[in-house]
């Protein structure tokens, strides 16, 4: 697991306002799909510039518990990613998901904090996000799916934000038909690339 207690913090201390793109809201929700009763990670990706954050694609880490060297390793990964001629210009990690245990669900988890707290040091001008995964509404086409939580000076709790937008409306109703035809099966994190390296973390060609 994530084993460090203190981490200091840093970010971009204003409201932010946070634009889910098609791509990374599928894949969050496909991965929390695929794992339905573990605990799932990932990093959010995009561009953000004066408190306007696009979280453009997401990239699906782990299913089993979080430890330092593995975090440390995915993270150089997906900055490397990020600076390739894959991504658009300007890409970088803006933040982080997290799909709870349905059985088990008790809020933002503290390791869910401290990842994102992380990336709030690294980035002094991000205020970086927790999108996560609202598993009672997984099976509504209505419903994103997702929530977004954020920290500011004036509030150090993480706390829902209401300036969430979904960029593609029609995402949700699309996630619900992948379900049907088992595309949630082929989604591939972190943890199964560890196991046969012919998975693709990046999911390039899920779509």
Same mark, same amino acid.
């Given at each position: ?8 913090? @840093?970010?971009?201390? $204003?409201? /932010?306002?946070?634009? *889910? ?7 969050? =929700?496909? #991965? ?9 990670? @990932?990093?959010?990706? $995009?561009? /953000?510039?004066?408190? *306007? ?7 699906? =880490?782990? #299913? ?144």
């Amino acid at each position: 697991m994530v084993d460090s207690d203190s981490v200091p913090d @840093g970010g971009y201390d $204003g409201e /932010s306002s946070y634009t *889910v793109h098609r791509d990374a809201q599928l894949k969050i =929700l496909l #991965h929390a799909a695929k794992h339905l009763y573990a605990e799932v990670n @990932g990093v959010l990706i $995009g561009t /953000s510039k004066t408190g *306007v954050v696009q979280v453009v694609d997401a990239i699906p =880490l782990f #299913h089993t518990p979080m430890f330092a060297p593995m975090l440390e390793t995915s993270f150089a990964l997906v900055e490397e990613y990020c600076k390739s001629n894959q991504t658009p210009e300007g890409t970088r990690i803006v933040g982080w998901y997290n799909g709870p245990n349905r059985s088990n669900f008790s809020g933002v988890p503290d390791a869910a904090t401290r990842v994102t707290n992380l990336i709030r040091s690294k980035y002094p001008d991000l205020n970086a996000c927790i999108l996560l995964v609202d598993t009672n509404a997984l099976a509504d086409p209505k419903q994103p799916g997702v929530k977004v939580y954020q920290r500011t000076k004036t509030n150090a709790n993480w706390t829902a934000s209401t300036n969430m937008k979904i960029k593609d409306e029609k995402a949700s109703k699309e996630f619900s038909e992948m379900l049907l035809k088992d595309k949630h099966q082929l989604l591939h994190d972190f943890d199964n690339w560890l196991e046969d390296t012919s998975c693709d973390w990046r999911n390039l060609g899920l779509f």
